[in-house]
């Protein structure tokens, strides 16, 4: 029994929750996608909506909904990068633009496990160095 509890405590402490931490002075570095990354947004009572993720940042990003979200709701957020899955909570901020097609909804992350944390740097980091090559090339940006 006691090796159950040994390996149970070894992969509970190895599964850390990051809080990112927005700083007033210096904002986020923010990325495009290259193309279309679809969103699924787990609502607290609502199930599962999908939207489409239209900018990133460590910080948290922009979506693309069919519908605006409340304001302050906790959702918990999924999608693919180069380096493999994202989950992790976010919380809605006020939407910036409606259309009859959509709205553009702000989002900040309030936890990610580590792991996630180092996909999203990871993906981000992937993204600014495709930019960066790019712009050298003279091809301008893919974002």
């Known amino acids: 029994m006691s090796n159950l509890v040994d390996r149970e405590r070894d992969c509970n402490s190895r599964v850390v929750t990051y809080f990112p931490q927005t700083n007033a002075a210096k904002r986020a570095t923010r990325v495009k ?40 709701e906790f959702v918990e957020v999924t999608f693919q990068t180069s380096q493999g899955s994202v989950r992790g909570m976010a ?15 702000p989002f900040r992350f309030v936890a990610l496990e580590d792991e996630d944390h180092t996909r999203l740097r990871m993906a981000m980091e992937s993204l600014l160095d495709k ?7 003279g091809k301008g940006s893919s974002l």
Do not use: N, W, Y
């Open 91 to 105: 919380e809605m901020l006020p939407p910036t633009r409606k259309s009859t097609r959509g709205c553009l909804q």
């Open 33 to 72: 996608p290259g193309g279309p990354v679809l969103v699924a947004i787990r609502l607290q009572d609502s199930g599962i909506i999908r939207a489409k993720l239209h900018v990133l940042s460590a910080t948290g990003g922009l979506f693309v909904l069919a519908k605006a979200l409340e304001q302050g």
């Open 131 to 137: 930019t960066v090559i790019s712009v050298r090339s």
